[in-house]
């Protein structure tokens, strides 16, 4: 089985230009999914709070124009970061608190998952909530 995990990113509507929302896409088999962190809990048909699985199509913006392609990862890192992210609804201590700043938020999900797989990766600046706690 082939394992791809993206980070894709997108400019935050207003702030596009000082903020990204960032959030992962795991691909393996035929299936593509979105994870991420929204604002508001309960918006999706899948979700843990602002944990949510799909809450749009997997390369679509969140009002600020396209999403990019960051970084990927497969094989080994791929599949621990499959893991790690498939656990976090159960694992993941921020399910259920968002602020936009200074966190948790979107970016602090993705850098709690980053750090989980110990993968070096560095977020952009503008993505706030990256450094909380």
Request: glycine residues 8%.
């Amino acid at each position: 089985m082939t394992i791809r995990v993206e980070l894709r990113g997108a400019k935050i509507p207003y702030l596009g230009l000082i903020a990204i929302h960032y959030w992962f896409v795991v691909k393996f088999n035929s299936t593509s999914e979105r994870w991420e962190i929204w604002q508001n809990q309960n918006r999706g048909q899948i979700c843990w709070g602002h944990l949510h699985l799909n809450l749009m199509s997997v390369t679509q913006g969140v009002g600020n124009g396209d999403s990019w392609l960051e970084t990927f990862w497969e094989e080994d890192d791929g599949s621990q970061l499959k893991t790690i992210i498939h656990q976090s609804p159960d694992n993941y201590p921020y399910n259920y608190l968002y602020r936009y700043y200074p966190g948790p938020n979107s970016n602090t999900y993705v850098q709690w998952i980053l750090n989980q797989a110990k993968i070096d990766h560095s977020l952009s600046w503008r993505g706030w909530g990256k450094n909380y706690r």
